[in-house]
């Protein structure tokens, strides 16, 4: 009487551990950008309270040469590396508002996240530029 296989030969078994080894290469580098790319939008969502600051003194004095920071309600300079390490500086000048970042991977370097008003009949919009354009995108 012929007995069933009872479990894997070797063979199979490391057939197993390549396919799983090959698909971890290819994640991993894909999930490092993914977690980089998440861990700048707090640079970007830091912009908010300047962007509303720069907005109220434009709307106060109707140009942007007067809106810096620590004046017409705009936040003060922050210079600190931030709780989760994302954010070093953020500045405003002239109603120009510039986030410069962490480096996040390894080997990155600190990108500049820098927001500029556009007043346009009275209305402002804002055109953004960023150094590092795998995270801005």
Same mark, same amino acid.
């Given at each position: 009487?012929?007995?069933? @296989? @009872? !479990? +894997?030969? %070797? =063979?199979? %078994?490391? =057939?197993?551990?390549? #396919?799983?080894? =090959? %698909?971890? !290469? #290819? !994640? #991993?580098?894909?999930? @490092?950008?993914?977690?980089? &790319?998440? &861990? +700048? $939008?707090?640079? #970007?969502?830091? $912009? $908010?309270? +300047?962007k509303t600051g720069v907005e109220v003194c434009i709307s106060m004095t109707g140009k942007t040469t007067d809106c810096d920071h620590n004046t017409n309600s705009i936040p003060n300079t922050i210079s600190f590396a931030s709780p989760s390490g994302a954010i070093k500086s953020i500045t405003v000048s002239d109603g120009l508002i510039e986030i410069t970042s962490n480096g996040f991977g390894s080997g990155s370097s600190a990108a500049k996240y820098t927001l500029t008003p556009v007043l346009n009949n009275g209305i402002i919009s804002w055109t953004d530029n960023c150094s590092a354009l795998d995270y801005c995108s």
């Open positions: 009487m012929k007995t069933a @296989q @009872q !479990g +894997f030969t %070797l =063979i199979e %078994l490391m =057939i197993v551990v390549a #396919i799983v080894a =090959i %698909l971890a !290469g #290819i !994640g #991993i580098p894909s999930y @490092q950008n993914y977690t980089e &790319r998440a &861990r +700048f $939008s707090e640079v #970007i969502n830091a $912009s $908010s309270p +300047f």
